[in-house]
Each structure stands twice: as structure tokens, then as C-alpha cells.
């Protein structure tokens, strides 16, 4: 199979049904936000941000890849068996607790802090406003559009992201700068 196709040199690209769309479209858009903070994981992960970062980052670029699947499918014909190629509740759970197995390591938290820190620590902050913007993006296209487990689900990995961020930067002894 070769990677280029020709078919979007006219600007358009495919969706999961075949409808062809504007590479401009408000889901493309989505599902490129959401793809960029995959890529930008990826690259945390590069720099060996620790094993217990590294795990949690790899399973969360798993999900990230079926939240494009997801965003790529207006019609929903990814059938529910392909479950990889799904996000649900039980994935936000896993968040939720990775979230409170990190803020058990740290300091309490009683001001704003500047985004910054170790280098793990500053790529982490900045994928987290990569996966706010993907938010934004996705909660444009509408509730009737998207799932609102995909919504959730981002709204809590911004959440993990934030505080990982703090655990990079606790774990390298970087001070937190407060606001």
C-alpha cells in the first residue's frame, strides 16, 4: 500500500463513511487537534519522562488514536466490536484514577502555577493545552455530533495532563512557580 493517495490534492480528505469533506471541516479539525496531542505525547514520551509517566502516556495515545476513530465516524458505522477503537466510561475511569494515584504524591495545591518546570514537566503543561484546544474543537461540532463520553473523556485527560505535569516536575525536584 502506498502512502500517498492523491485523492486529497483538491483540498478534501475522507471520513470513516466515505463522505468526502474539506480539510478545513469542523471535524477534521477535531480529530487533527486530537492527533497533534498524540504526536506531541509521543515526543514526551521520547524524552523518558519516567516509567510510571512513560505507561500511563502510552495507554492514553491508545485511546487518542480510537477518539480519532470516533471523530472520523459521523455515521457511527465502526462496528461495537471493534473495541479498540472506542472510548467509554471505563476509560475516564482510568484517568480519574491515575489522577488521584498522582495527587497523593504531592504538595497540596493553593494557588495557580505557572506552566514550566523540568523539561517533562513543561512538555506536559504544553500538552495540555494542546488537549484543551482539542476540547474546544470537539465541543464545537455540537452534542449531537459527538458522544459525550468523548467530551468527558478529554475534559479529564486536560485534568491528568495538568497533573502529571506536577508530578514530572515534583519527581525532578523543579519548584513550582505560583501565581
Not at 486530537?34 to 502516556?57: F, K, M, T, Y
Request: proline share 4%; hydrophobic share 45%; aromatic share 6%.
Amino acid at each position: 500500500m502506498k502512502i500517498y493517495t492523491k485523492t486529497g490534492d483538491t483540498g478534501e480528505t475522507g471520513l470513516f463513511d466515505g463522505t468526502r469533506v474539506s480539510k478545513a471541516d469542523a471535524r477534521v479539525e477535531a480529530y487533527g487537534a486530537v492527533d497533534e496531542l498524540n504526536a506531541w505525547l509521543g515526543v514526551i514520551r521520547s524524552h523518558q519522562p519516567g516509567v510510571d509517566i512513560e505507561a500511563l502516556l502510552q495507554d492514553i495515545q491508545r485511546d487518542l488514536f480510537a477518539l480519532g476513530a470516533v471523530l472520523a465516524d459521523p455515521t457511527h458505522r465502526i462496528a461495537p466490536r471493534v473495541h479498540k477503537a472506542t472510548v467509554d466510561a471505563d476509560d475516564v475511569t482510568r484517568l480519574e484514577q491515575a489522577i488521584d494515584r498522582l495527587e497523593a504524591t504531592l504538595p497540596k495545591l493553593r494557588r495557580f502555577i505557572l506552566p514550566g518546570g523540568s523539561p517533562a514537566g513543561a512538555r506536559l503543561h504544553l500538552a495540555r493545552t494542546i488537549c484543551r484546544r482539542a476540547e474546544r474543537r470537539i465541543v464545537a461540532l455540537g452534542q449531537e455530533a459527538v458522544d459525550p463520553i468523548v467530551i468527558t473523556y478529554v475534559n479529564r485527560l486536560s485534568d491528568l495532563l495538568f497533573v502529571m505535569a506536577r508530578a514530572a516536575n515534583h519527581q525532578a525536584g523543579a519548584p513550582e512557580t505560583e501565581w
